[in-house]
């Protein structure tokens, strides 16, 4: 059973740069076939595919985030991660970060950012 837990600030200031981790465990970030990928939710709106890394390292951004965004890995802690620079207050959302492969999905708990000065 994979399991996965974000954590990161709660609370970040306009124009800088949001970081998350994602930890996974009960399973390695590399195994075949597999896509870890960051979703978010704004308050009162759906879920927001951003990004993802899969089991080779390659990634694939949203379109409308491509510029901001940067998801990367760390195997040796089994961990992947979420930058988003220059955020603004439109960036508030609960952050999730998932996992999926052969038939399967699982999800962290979610993580609230709220960005604010």
């Known amino acids: 059973q994979v399991q996965l837990q974000e954590s990161g600030p709660g609370l970040v200031k306009p124009s800088q740069t949001l970081s998350l981790t994602c930890t996974v465990s009960?399973?390695?970030?590399?195994?075949?076939?597999?896509?870890w990928t960051w979703i978010r939710q704004p308050p009162g709106k759906g879920l927001e595919w951003m990004g993802a890394i899969a089991y080779d390292g390659s990634t694939r951004y949203t379109p409308s985030l491509l510029s901001r965004t940067s998801i990367s890995r760390d195997t040796s802690k089994n961990q992947f991660s979420l930058q988003l620079s220059s955020v603004t207050p439109e960036d508030t959302a609960v952050y999730y970060c998932n996992a999926g492969g052969w038939n399967k999905d699982y999800w962290g708990q979610g993580t609230q950012v709220t960005v604010s000065s």
């Open positions: 009960g399973g390695s970030i590399t195994i075949s076939y597999y896509t």
